[in-house]
């Protein structure tokens, strides 16, 4: 006799261990990874036990932030300096005014607009440049965190092996080689 009935349900509930098990067995998100290296820059790779990468990026970001402020400080000199020099009143005088090479001024007009204009492009490249690390960072946790658990084993190579034979009809080798994958 049956003692199973149409429509009958029957639930399988695992035991404590296996549950246990599943809890812990989480995805690896690329958007949590993603969100998180937005949010503070290094924080995506750390998701993703890359731990190696964080001191390269905050390095970047360092050295370009100490590259943006320098650069500026250059800039505001210069077109202060730019802007006195250009007013064409004798009685103010800018920084670079009292600097005298061989009893003349150590920089032209021109030389402190070509300043000028040289430290805000290199200001702006530097900010342009930290921007795009930062995007690089976000991308790379995203790009980590695919690959999370992405398998690679021994038994994914790529072979070459040369060949060399004797052909019947002539006096000069066969050379040749076989490429061979194995996934």
Same mark, same amino acid.
């Given at each position: 006799m049956d003692t199973l009935q149409e429509g009958t349900v029957v639930k399988h509930m695992p035991d404590k261990k296996t549950r246990d098990k599943q809890d812990t067995t989480k995805t690896h998100s690329p958007k949590v990874a993603s969100i998180m290296s937005a949010i503070l820059p290094g924080l995506g790779q750390a998701y993703n036990k890359k731990y190696w990468k964080i001191p390269i990026i905050y390095a970047g970001l360092a050295g370009l932030t100490y590259s943006v402020v320098e650069n500026? $400080? $250059?800039?505001e000199? /210069?077109?202060e300096a730019f802007i006195l020099r250009a007013d064409?009143?004798?009685t103010t005088i800018d920084i670079y005014d009292?600097?005298?090479?061989?009893g003349e001024d $150590?920089?032209?007009q021109a030389q402190l607009e070509? /300043? $000028?204009?040289l430290y805000h492009r290199r200001r702006d490249l530097s900010i342009i440049f930290t921007g795009v690390l930062y995007l690089l960072n976000v991308i790379d946790a995203a790009v980590d965190a695919h690959f999370f658990t992405y398998d690679i084993s021994d038994d994914l190579s790529l072979n070459f092996q040369?060949?060399?034979?004797?052909m019947g009809?002539?006096?000069?080798?066969?050379?040749?080689g076989r490429l061979s994958l194995k996934l």
């Amino acid at each position: 006799m049956d003692t199973l009935q149409e429509g009958t349900v029957v639930k399988h509930m695992p035991d404590k261990k296996t549950r246990d098990k599943q809890d812990t067995t989480k995805t690896h998100s690329p958007k949590v990874a993603s969100i998180m290296s937005a949010i503070l820059p290094g924080l995506g790779q750390a998701y993703n036990k890359k731990y190696w990468k964080i001191p390269i990026i905050y390095a970047g970001l360092a050295g370009l932030t100490y590259s943006v402020v320098e650069n500026n $400080k $250059k800039y505001e000199r /210069f077109r202060e300096a730019f802007i006195l020099r250009a007013d064409l009143d004798s009685t103010t005088i800018d920084i670079y005014d009292q600097q005298l090479v061989n009893g003349e001024d $150590k920089y032209s007009q021109a030389q402190l607009e070509y /300043f $000028k204009n040289l430290y805000h492009r290199r200001r702006d490249l530097s900010i342009i440049f930290t921007g795009v690390l930062y995007l690089l960072n976000v991308i790379d946790a995203a790009v980590d965190a695919h690959f999370f658990t992405y398998d690679i084993s021994d038994d994914l190579s790529l072979n070459f092996q040369p060949e060399y034979h004797w052909m019947g009809y002539s006096a000069d080798p066969y050379i040749g080689g076989r490429l061979s994958l194995k996934l």
